[in-house]
């Protein structure tokens, strides 16, 4: 794709739901645009829906109303199979709760998006948690490591695959402010380095001034 056009353009994202008798807009009709290698950062207060608009751009939750193209492509309008295998090869996913498997190690939490798409290297794996400085924490379980390690196992898995793009949600949510600085550094830095465009939610101003941009959302609107 063309540097000067869009990679991610979102069109009129609508999305509510319904609390009893109550419906709540959450998504109010957003559009918005995002350009390869750029580090974006949602913020707002809790409850203005940035989760939810981050989720429909990455493809996982569908809006009511819009579209959402990514690097040309349609979202949500190809079979199940074929938005998975966008997101498994295209994307990375960071999350609050690192979402690792405790049963498995750093290096196999980091090998499952391998697994899923048919191409598992254990060298690309290791690799990646070198580069996130986890390479002697290969063999350790999810339990034996820090809260600042495992986030460092999720970030060495979104990027395993070479994504295009990586969406990191609330990502220092769950750390305290010094490890959090440290792993938004990281993440900035490897992002930087290997071109991959950021998407990242946060309700901390002091992070998001560290991005090249910031959109502010304020009741499913962006300001």
Do not use: C, W
């Amino acid at each position: 794709m063309e540097n000067g056009t869009p990679q991610l353009v979102a069109r009129d994202l609508r999305r509510s739901f319904r609390m009893g008798p109550r419906r709540i807009e959450v998504l109010r009709g957003i559009s918005m645009e995002v350009r390869r290698s750029e580090a974006v950062f949602l913020v707002g207060a809790s409850g203005a829906g940035k989760t939810t608009l981050l989720y429909t751009l990455a493809g996982l939750e569908r809006p009511e109303g819009g579209t959402v193209d990514f690097e040309g492509q349609r979202l949500y309008t190809g079979s199940s199979q074929a938005q998975a295998q966008i997101r498994n090869t295209q994307m990375g996913f960071v999350f609050q709760s690192y979402f690792l498997l405790p049963e498995l190690t750093a290096l196999e939490n980091v090998m499952l998006p391998g697994m899923i798409g048919g191409s598992v290297r254990e060298s690309a794996a290791e690799e990646s948690l070198r580069s996130v400085g986890l390479g002697e924490r290969l063999q350790h379980l999810p339990a034996e490591l820090s809260g600042g390690e495992q986030q460092r196992v999720a970030i060495a898995r979104a990027l395993v695959n070479d994504p295009a793009i990586v969406f990191a949600d609330e990502p220092t949510g769950n750390l305290d402010s010094k490890t959090g600085d440290a792993i938004m550094d990281l993440l900035l830095s490897l992002a930087g380095e290997r071109k991959k465009t950021l998407l990242v939610v946060t309700h901390d101003p002091r992070l998001a001034a560290l991005g090249d941009r910031q959109l502010h959302m304020v009741d499913g609107v962006l300001e």
